[in-house]
């Protein structure tokens, strides 16, 4: 059982930066996939990245790439989204999600893929 808790979401002006977090409990943490989802009003759950179990393996969406980065501490049992220049189009809430499964080097893995999901944190971008 992986239990995960997002952290770090909050307003902040187009061009900015917002680092969010995303901690995890359980022993077998190290050896899930994590990825970062999120869900603007109306809209469907989107992926925004993940990363593989040893986080030698990253897959961005072409939305955030290059502005967006995931990583992760096997050791803190966390997992983090910086992300920058924020765009009032990222405004959503950001979910945290674990995946018993290794990840893909040349596409995301699904949402069906995950297993276990956090609460999710709001992030708003103003113009």
């Known amino acids: 059982q992986v239990q995960v808790v997002e952290s770090g979401g909050g307003l902040v002006q187009a061009g900015g930066s917002l680092r969010l977090s995303c901690a995890a409990s359980?022993?077998?943490?190290?050896?899930?996939?994590m990825g970062w989802f999120r869900q603007a009003p109306g809209k469907e759950r989107e992926f925004v990245a993940d990363i593989s179990w040893s986080g030698g393996s990253t897959y961005y969406s072409d939305s955030v790439k290059g502005r967006f980065t995931i990583s992760r501490d096997g050791a803190k049992n966390t997992v983090w989204l910086q992300m920058n220049s924020l765009k009032p189009e990222d405004t959503a809430v950001y979910y945290c999600?674990?995946?018993?499964?290794?990840?893909?080097?040349?596409?995301?893995?699904?949402?069906?893929?995950?297993?276990?999901w956090g609460q999710g944190t709001q992030v708003t971008v103003s113009s």
């Open positions: 359980g022993r077998t943490f190290s050896s899930y996939a």
């Open positions: 999600a674990a995946a018993d499964v290794e990840t893909y080097s040349d596409h995301p893995l699904t949402i069906d893929d995950y297993d276990y």
